[in-house]
């Protein structure tokens, strides 16, 4: 499936306005590619319940929005080091929060536009 990809800046801005129109809080923790970028979403509400989103690759050639990681209130660090090690190994990613409850609503309501 061969469609127009939204660049990732205007994503990761519409995201976070959408985000803060909400009540909520959105930021971008780590700029990527402008154009090209991909997407590492992390979801919390007040800072916890951490889980982190990125569009993997699927069968039928779409990508689709997957919980990759999700915060261990244990050991909140292992967390952050996922995150630390995925910036690490793609410097075109951008690393974004969003702060809000049920944070998974705003990319999954985008999933077919990815």
């Not at 127009?4 to 971008?28: K, N, Q, Y």
């Not at 919390?44 to 209130?73: L, S």
């Amino acid at each position: 499936m061969d469609e127009a990809r939204l660049p990732a800046h205007l994503e990761v801005s519409g995201l976070i306005r959408a985000v803060d129109a909400a009540g909520g809080f959105g930021t971008v923790i780590a700029k990527g590619e402008r154009d090209a970028g991909t997407l590492l979403v992390i979801c919390c509400e007040k800072g916890t319940n951490a889980a982190a989103f990125e569009r993997m690759p699927q069968a039928d050639g779409t990508r689709r929005w997957t919980r990759v990681k999700v915060q261990d209130p244990e050991n909140p660090n292992e967390f952050t080091a996922y995150c630390e090690r995925r910036r690490a190994q793609d410097p075109d990613l951008w690393v974004i929060e969003l702060d809000i409850a049920n944070a998974e609503r705003f990319i999954l309501a985008n999933e077919t536009k990815g």
